[in-house]
């Protein structure tokens, strides 16, 4: 979306403006921009326009968001290398609410201020009634995705609706109900995803919210309603409404998986990109997590040996599995394409070397300095540099929807409605078949013919988990599921790599990092202590206490 990155230049001419005007200083600075923002005369509606562009800004940040770290070294697939990080709060049970690691409360209920805003004013602006369908459409797509940011990971937080509050307006708001926060979320989808841009959209609207992101969106959030966590009477009918969802994105026809999995996310156009958040080219995802006996390299991201023995062989089968072909001697040969595409490991060539994660290794020196903790390297999001000299700048767009997420969501939902159907299995071959993952003599990839709905729930979560690694899934699949007190009280493991005398390499797993996880509280976040402190009728979640 072009117009987001001058949202900054069209409000800072706003601020301007006013600041000039020597009347205006009776009135509050706000509702003086908005004035002036949404202009009877502004035939082109250029500000507001720039003013929904600023809102879609507002949309999540990926990669190194929490201060240089990902959100998923808050899980059991990453450590942050660097000591103290911010996220290892989540797994050190160091979250309260005067401490929130990953505190989006703000920036959300800033978004949906700002959709208010512009819900309430474009009516005044002289352009098309078309486009004024289109974008108050965008709106309210924005504001539905704002509060879901905030239901997965508060559970109920107050519905505002359309209001506007001014500076003299009471705002001390009770919470809703989850339940009261899904269906507002739910009924804003339905409403708009008909008003949206087309599927398919011009190059000048890319990253404009249409109606495969709409129903992205939809299946996301009735796939999070039926799960365990939400849904803890098991009702059949929510997984049956979430694969039913997935299902409309699918036969949109208008998606497909890439064969090439590096280049999808240094993409600006792709078969496979539903809905993304764009930004400027950059380096600062190779520079942020390549290794670090590169120039600049900082190596901030350690992905988890538990990550790495998730990743199928070639043949379908797991690392463990009778027949998987695993040599713990190589342990990294016969990988299914997408290990190799996410994780450096020792020996990986990068910028025209082998890495060296042995310990002693340019990559992994020893000494204070930051470096992996855990023998890898994050390799995903970044360009194709194995035979470069040096970093160039990358496109790094936050893709917040794609399509193999739908086939995942697809998968898993019809399973749990329905047990192992044809369609849940063919959806993760297809998947499959991307990874490079062989067929064999019965054309399944490596899902056995007898599999049970057990059986099959067990291979999609890790097929999601291996899928969508890095892409901020498993800190919300693992709660979601309810799975997070088994898989976080566990410790996060790594690899101990020693060089021999005759070059070969030994590999010992070893523990890095230990993990706690309350089961009675940790599931949702806390409330904010300031969101407690200055409202009343506030009320905290099950076990924090500030």
């Not at 070969?504 to 996880?517: G, L």
């Amino acid at each position: 979306m072009k117009n987001v990155k001058h949202i900054i230049t069209g409000l800072g001419l706003v601020v301007i403006l006013a600041s000039c005007s020597k009347s205006v200083e009776i009135e509050p600075l706000e509702r003086i921009n908005e004035d002036l923002v949404f202009d009877q005369i502004d035939k082109n509606a250029d500000y507001a326009k720039q003013f929904l562009n600023g809102t879609y800004l507002q949309l999540p940040d990926g990669y190194n968001r929490l201060l240089t770290a990902f959100l998923d070294a808050g899980t059991d697939d990453a450590v942050s290398s660097q000591d103290g990080s911010i996220v290892e709060g989540f797994r050190t049970g160091l979250v309260s609410g005067q401490n929130v690691p990953d505190n989006q409360w703000a920036k959300n209920y800033t978004g949906i201020r700002r959709a208010n805003i512009f819900l309430s004013k474009i009516d005044v602006v002289p352009t098309t009634a078309a486009l004024k369908i289109q974008w108050r459409a965008e709106a309210r797509f924005l504001r539905a995705y704002f509060y879901f940011e905030l239901l997965k990971r508060w559970g109920g937080v107050p519905l505002i609706g359309d209001k506007v509050y001014g500076l003299k307006d009471d705002i001390n708001l009770k919470r809703n109900t989850a339940d009261e926060c899904y269906d507002y979320i739910l009924s804003e989808i339905e409403a708009v995803k008909d008003l949206l841009l087309p599927v398919v959209v011009t190059d000048q609207n890319i990253g404009r919210a249409n109606k495969g992101a709409a129903l992205a969106l939809k299946s996301r959030v009735l796939l999070y309603r039926a799960s365990p966590l939400w849904n803890p009477n098991g009702d059949v009918q929510r997984w049956t409404a979430a694969a039913n969802a997935a299902k409309d994105v699918i036969t949109l026809g208008n998606y497909s998986l890439g064969t090439d999995f590096i280049a999808l996310f240094n993409s600006v156009k792709h078969t496979e990109i539903i809905f993304m958040k764009e930004q400027a080219q950059s380096q600062t995802v190779e520079l942020y997590n390549g290794p670090i006996g590169y120039i600049n390299g900082t190596g901030n991201t350690s992905p988890s040996q538990n990550l790495v023995d998730a990743y199928l062989m070639k043949n379908g089968k797991m690392p463990g599995e009778t027949g998987s072909t695993y040599d713990p001697a190589n342990p990294y040969a016969n990988r299914d394409n997408r290990f190799a595409a996410t994780i450096m490991y020792n020996t990986t060539k990068w910028l025209n070397r082998p890495i060296e994660t042995f310990n002693g290794g340019k990559d992994r020196p020893g000494g204070s300095r930051t470096q992996t903790k855990t023998g890898y390297y994050l390799r995903k999001f970044m360009g194709k540099f194995e035979s470069s000299g040096t970093y160039s700048n990358q496109n790094h767009h936050v893709i917040l929807f794609r399509y193999a997420e739908m086939l995942l969501n697809y998968a898993e939902a019809l399973n749990e409605a329905s047990g192992p159907v044809k369609e849940a299995v063919d959806a993760i071959i297809t998947i499959r078949k991307r990874a490079g993952v062989t067929a064999g003599t019965d054309s399944r990839y490596g899902i056995s013919a007898t599999i049970n709905q057990d059986q099959l729930r067990t291979l999609i979560r890790n097929e999601r988990r291996i899928e969508m690694a890095f892409e901020e899934q498993r800190f919300w699949d693992i709660r979601r599921w309810k799975i997070a007190g088994q898989v976080m009280n566990s410790p996060v493991k790594g690899m101990n790599i020693v060089k021999n005398a005759d070059a070969t390499f030994s590999y010992t797993v070893q523990d890095i990092a230990p993990s706690v996880f309350d089961v009675s509280k940790n599931y949702l976040f806390p409330i904010p202590y300031s969101e407690i402190q200055t409202n009343p009728n506030m009320t905290q979640n099950p076990g924090y206490t500030y």
